[in-house]
């Protein structure tokens, strides 16, 4: 089992940044393959944004590329999100996940077992 709790969430301004962190327990690098964030706005379907494979390579979506960065730190045990010149339409609760296989279907909540809580993201 692997536990994840997602923090750095808060409000900001538009254009402003904010660098969301997801910690995971030991275990992680037995069973995961990729890492993903999703975010989720009221009334609205939850949404993959990024994901990074064990390798590294990394995926977004459309509406955050060039503007967030996913990363990881393995010696941490922990995932990064930063996300940078945000707009109002970024407010959400974001969520990071962990799947046993790989990233090809990343977009696809369902391909991900492990879920935080999620952490709120706001933007005025």
């Known amino acids: 089992h692997v536990q994840l709790v997602e923090s750095g969430g808060g409000s900001v301004q538009a254009g402003g940044s904010l660098r969301l962190s997801c910690r995971f327990a030991?275990?992680?690098?037995?069973?995961?393959?990729?890492m993903g964030w999703f975010r989720q706005a009221p009334g609205k379907q939850r949404e993959g944004i990024a994901a990074?494979?064990?390798?590294?390579?990394?995926n977004y979506a459309d509406s955050v590329k060039g503007r967030f960065t996913i990363s990881q730190d393995n010696a941490k045990n922990t995932l990064y999100l930063q996300l940078t010149s945000l707009r109002p339409e970024d407010t959400a609760m974001y969520y990071c996940?962990?799947?046993?296989?790989?990233?090809?279907?990343?977009?696809?909540?369902?391909?991900?077992?492990?879920w935080g809580q999620g952490t709120q993201v706001t933007v005025s």
């Open positions: 030991t275990g992680y690098s037995a069973v995961t393959l990729c």
């Open positions: 996940a962990a799947s046993r296989r790989g990233c090809l279907n990343w977009v696809q909540s369902t391909t991900f077992r492990f």
């Open positions: 990074i494979n064990r390798r590294g390579t990394t």
